[in-house]
């Protein structure tokens, strides 16, 4: 499912850089991700979803070497074939809840709009409790309930890999609970690979298996910076 070879990556700016020599990730594994602030979680997901392109190495995903593809359809793939739920939910505040959750398929072309994907959108809606809410903009909603509006859009493309950034964070335990049981019951419907970024040590016990980034990082050597990598 997921596999990570030589990989380099640093940004443009300096400071943080990452080193990690292989990691492997197999297919149907719910896997929770911990690790200090600045360990490189967040940048691992982007890489691995192709938002962020590696210096060097490889990255295979869903069975694509993403190093080989150009932007434009890393994006592409990454819409029809991966669930992401950002941190800060990327939410369009012009459109509607519902048309929020079916952005996917407005926004690449090989994903068909059709009415079994807007029933679909709304009984996954349901599920997390924003049933009533459907025609609400994001500035109407609290926190949590855009929380729950990214991870809708996330699931609607029924993908094959889901990578969330602390889904729960912005949600009371009632709803992170809700969120969790709706991931965790697509990954396993859908067998499908499941990462999740957590600092809440009470959510471990939910996933198959846990990487702790803190275990990749050594002291960093000074070519590194801080936050160097290995594995």
Not at 114 to 123: L, Y
Not at 127 to 146: F, H, I, Y
Request: aromatic residues 6%.
């Amino acid at each position: 499912m997921i596999e990570l070879n030589n990989l380099q990556f640093a940004y443009a700016a300096g400071g943080f850089q990452l080193r990690l020599e292989h990691l492997s990730i197999p297919s149907g594994q719910r896997l929770g991700w911990t690790g200090p602030s600045g360990s490189g979680k967040t940048t691992l997901l982007h890489l691995i979803a192709g938002i962020l392109p590696p210096a060097t190495g490889s990255i295979h995903t869903c069975g694509v070497e993403l190093t080989t593809l150009r932007e434009a359809a890393r994006r592409d793939f990454r819409i029809a074939n991966i669930g992401l739920i950002f941190q800060d939910f990327a939410l369009l505040d012009y459109l509607s809840v519902l048309d929020n959750i079916l952005l996917p398929y407005r926004i690449n072309r090989s994903l068909r709009l059709d009415g079994s994907v807007r029933d679909r959108a709304g009984q996954l809606a349901e599920n997390v409790g924003l049933g009533q809410l459907l025609s609400r903009r994001p500035a109407q909603l609290s926190q949590g309930e855009r929380q729950r509006v990214a991870v809708c859009r996330a699931l609607l493309p029924t993908p094959q890999l889901l990578l969330a950034d602390e889904p729960t964070a912005n949600l009371d335990p009632r709803n992170a609970a809700r969120v969790l049981q709706a991931l965790g019951e697509y990954a396993q419907q859908h067998a499908a690979t499941m990462i999740v970024v957590t600092h809440d040590p009470n959510l471990l016990s939910d996933f198959d298996d846990t990487i702790d980034m803190a275990t990749f990082c050594d002291p960093a050597p000074p070519e590194l910076g801080e936050g160097g990598i290995h594995a």
